[in-house]
């Protein structure tokens, strides 16, 4: 279970770290992104591709459009360890981070381009805490 919250829109996506699909990448992502996935081999090429896919999935939770709108109608712009998203305008609308949930999933939370500063932390709780900390108030 993931949860994120906050003063702004706010989307998060999670997913287990398969075999990346090109035929997916083909149909979902933009040019640019299917040609930095290409230039990529092996495993790495399956965490490029989930990358990718969790933030792609969190931006369109992030403004409650959901898959209504194309996957490849947006794209992901790598600056160092941020990620912004560029509408089809080209303008920049949100910014992403990657979040390391466990072993073997990709996670990504999208935001509003600007609170940067907002992001203070991010925890990993187990289900077992979660249970836990429920029986206690009972």
Known sequence: MTCAFGPFPIGMDIEKIQTCKPEIAERFFTKAEREALLQKKGKERDLFFFGLWTIKEAYVKAIGKGLSIPLNSFSIQFCGEKMYIHDQSGSMTYSCIQV????????????????????????????????????EGI
């Open 100 to 135: 390391f949930i466990a072993e073997g999933y990709h996670s990504a939370v999208c935001f509003p381009a600007q609170p940067w500063n907002v992001i203070a932390n991010v925890h990993y709780v187990s289900m077992e805490d979660i249970i836990s900390c429920c029986l």
